[in-house]
Each structure stands twice: as C-alpha cells, then as structure tokens.
C-alpha cells in the first residue's frame, strides 16, 4: 500500500458518517490499523464485538462465447440481460486501491448502469448485490438513478448474499427484489466512528498542539477528546442522513417511513425480509434472472401493440376536427362581393393546428406499459392485451384488477368452509377484509380492496407466495 495514500485512506474511515455494517468496519479497522500505527488493543471499538474474516468474492470461469459476443465491462446474457454487480465495501470514487481492497466505487457502478440503460440492446437490468454498504457520499444520486430508470427498462436486484445498508438502499431502489434462501437485507442505519487516541499519545511522550482560526475548526482532532459540542453536531449530520436513508427506503419499498425506522436498523434474512417489507422473494439468482426477462418480454410485447394502435393516417379524424373547431370558434364572417379584381391578392389561409403524432405515441406507450405492469403484479398477464383494447384508463385497470382480486379472494372465503381457511398472507388479508367489512358494513368485496390498499406489503407477500413453485409431495 503506497505510504502518501494512508492520509486519504484514514479521513475516508475516522469522524464520517458511514452507511456499512459495523462488523464490516471492525474488518477494515483490523487491516489498516497496523498501517496508521495502530496497535491491536487501539482498533477494538467498543460494541462491535470481535471482527469478522472477510468473504472473498469466488470467481467465476468466464464463458468464452459470452467474452467474444460483448465487450461490456458487465455481463450480457445472449437473451439481452445486463448483470451488473454490486460487491465489496462501495465508496464514492475509484482509485488504484479499490480492486485491491475489495472496494468498488458508485461511480463505475453509475457507468455500467447508465451504458446499460442507454443501449437498445440491453433489454432488462439486473443487480446482483453482494454487499455490506459503505460510504454515503453519491450514494443516494446513485440510488435515485436506478429508481427513475425502471420506467425505462425492467430493473430487478437480488440480494446474493447480503445487501446492507448502502448496498440496500441500491438493491431496494429496482422495482423488484430477490433475496436468496441464506441471504440478508436491511441495516437501514448511519453509524460513524472517532479515533481518541490522546491516551497513547500520552504514554508514547507526544503533545499535539493545533493552531487554528474558527472555534469549530478542530472538533474531530484524532488527538483529542470529543467534545460535547462536536459530538452533538456528528450526531446531528447522522440524524439527517439517517432521515434521507429512510426516506429513500421506504419511496423505493412503498412503505411508510414508520416501518423502516421501526426495524432499528436489524438485518432481515430470507423469509423474514419478506415479512418485513424489505424483498419481495426468496429465490435464486436464476429465479431472478428469469423474471427480468419476462418483464423485459412483456414491456417488448406492450412496445409492440402500443406502437401499432398509434398508427394514425394522415388527413384521418385530426383534419376533421380540425374543421369543426375551426367552424365553432371562427366569429361570423360578413357578406361580401365574390368578385376578385385583378389588383387583388387574395389573404392566406389561417394554419391550421399540426397533431403531434410522437407525443401521442409515446403517451400511449407509457400507459400501456403500466398495464402490462400492473396486470403482471396481479397474476393476470393474459389480461393485458384486453385491458389494452377496452381503452381503460390506467386508474380504470387498477381499480378492476383490485375488484378482479377481491372477487377471487371472496370465493376462496366461501370454499374455505369446506377446504380450510387460507394461511399466509392471503389468509391474513382476508382477516382484514372481513373486520373491515364488519366494522363499517361494507360488502366483503369493497373490504378487500380497502384491505389491500391499507397494507400493501401484505399483497406483495400474497403475490410472492403465489408464484412460488409448488412441491410435489
């Protein structure tokens, strides 16, 4: 490690705030300690219990037809599918130590986002997370990034293995996320660290003495105590960050911000990240896989069907209209002599108002792949190309796909007489349905629907288990 770097290195560790995993720190603390002399006894911090041996990332044999058929800095699947990783300690910028230490940097992950997003031959995008967060700076720029980019382009992530803190506010901002059956999600928390060690400067026979201008200016002096006035302003920035981190978490999730923060800041594994909000499937990275491509089939169907509705014949319906509102507004012309003089020029026709045809299309587009969306979270795919053709409106779709819902889940009310009541998500939905129907006197359908708009991630996990496969006994 170049000496000149360990400066650079310490100020990017000590007295910021950080979104990472505090064992995670522990591990960096026990590798660079050494190199900032210090000893073993001064890089146990408190409440962070041992440190951890890091996982190294295994790698994989490189497929030699996939080499030859793309030179993207990411996989590409011969079905379109960008792989992008997100791995290692993840920190704002790139630099020659980041391959070295594991570390991976937002920036190279905003370009092979970007690229990915950009090329009309990627189809669908999916993160494949392996993570224990890092740093804060361009952290939530990258975040809202990927967040805006699901209208563009299916955008999936799976936690394989871990997703915490900065890394979950990446993985939870695509539009669906997978965690695998030992996999973990959440840390939704901001933690920082400040290095005292006056103690061993005193026994080593040191005095630092720090001239400055401005009373703030030396509060995080590594030589010194903490003072109380510096430790209420870091706690201040960790409060502020902590609000933004939250924030973003619960607009990616659609949960309410009371729910994020009542997890404190816990690690939610497998089945109980599902529970929580956090993921919305256990799976594998194929099972992921396989589900962005379907999103990416189905937008490409919708593309298709949209663009073929908007086919508009020129002079057709818009001339027409053009007529009758120029025939409505126009004020009463006067009567006057036919007669042209031969001096005379007649006046030009008024222009009339030109269609624009492309913004029509691409307005199209845009609720025709909502549908298609919509329709596929509601398990009726094979609804998509009829709720097209009825020119519902999107609200119109929702509220039918919600009515459609309701109906199914009140005849599996009734046959639960006879084949036992239904568990999971579906079973407590329906628990729901029905104090609310009884609560306000409202048919059990119109309770459902109420139900699932009250707690969507109930619906979410109605949905998950589902589409889960189904054993064979």
Request: glycine letters at 6%.
């Amino acid at each position: 490690m170049k000496a000149n770097y360990l400066p650079h290195l310490a100020g990017r560790v000590f007295g910021v705030p950080l979104l990472i995993q505090p064992q995670k720190l522990s591990v960096i603390l026990q590798a660079i300690g050494p190199r900032l002399g210090l000893r073993q006894a001064e890089i146990e911090i408190e409440g962070l219990g041992a440190p951890v041996v890091a996982r190294m990332p295994v790698d994989e044999e490189d497929d030699p037809d996939e080499m030859a058929r793309s030179q993207k800095p990411y996989l590409v699947t011969p079905e379109g599918i960008a792989v992008i990783a997100v791995s290692g300690t993840l920190v704002k910028k790139a630099s020659w130590l980041d391959a070295a230490s594991g570390m991976q940097s937002y920036e190279s992950i905003r370009a092979d986002f970007q690229d990915a997003v950009r090329d009309p031959r990627i189809q669908g995008i999916l993160l494949d997370v392996d993570s224990p967060g890092g740093e804060v700076g361009g952290l939530f720029d990258l975040a809202d990034e990927i967040y805006h980019a699901r209208a563009e382009k299916p955008c999936m992530a799976i936690a394989d293995d871990d997703a915490f803190s900065a890394a979950y506010a990446i993985a939870s901002s695509a539009q669906r996320l997978f965690v695998t059956r030992t996999g973990g999600v959440g840390s939704v928390g901001v933690i920082a660290l400040h290095l005292d060690q006056s103690g061993f400067d005193e026994k080593a026979g040191r005095k630092y003495t720090a001239i400055y201008a401005g009373a703030r200016k030396n509060d995080f002096n590594p030589h010194e105590p903490l003072s109380g006035s510096a430790k209420d302003e870091l706690q201040a920035e960790i409060d502020r960050l902590y609000d933004m981190f939250v924030g973003t978490v619960a607009r990616n999730r659609e949960m309410k911000p009371a729910l994020v923060r009542n997890t404190e800041a816990g690690l939610c594994y497998a089945e109980k990240a599902i529970s929580a909000g956090f993921a919305d499937q256990v799976g594998t990275f194929d099972d992921a896989l396989t589900a962005v491509l379907e999103a990416a089939t189905a937008r490409k169907q919708v593309r298709v069907a949209a663009s073929a509705a908007t086919q508009i014949p020129k002079g057709e319906t818009t001339m027409s209209q053009q007529v009758e509102t120029k025939t409505a507004d126009a004020p009463a012309v006067p009567t006057v002599s036919t007669e042209v003089k031969p001096t005379e020029t007649p006046a030009p026709a008024a222009a009339l108002p030109v269609v624009d045809a492309a913004a029509i299309e691409t307005r199209l587009r845009a609720e025709y792949e909502e549908i298609a969306v919509l329709c596929t979270l509601s398990g009726h795919p094979e609804l998509v190309a009829e709720l097209i053709a009825s020119k519902k409106t999107v609200a119109q779709v929702r509220e039918h796909l919600l009515s459609l819902k309701a109906q199914e889940s009140q005849r599996t009310a009734v046959q639960s007489h006879v084949q036992g009541s239904p568990t999971g998500a579906e079973g407590q939905l329906n628990a729901a349905a029905q104090q609310l129907a009884a609560s306000r006197n409202i048919p059990f359908a119109q309770a459902y629907v109420e139900a699932m708009k009250l707690h969507p991630e109930l619906y979410q996990q109605y949905l998950a288990e589902k589409s889960a496969p189904v054993r064979a006994n």
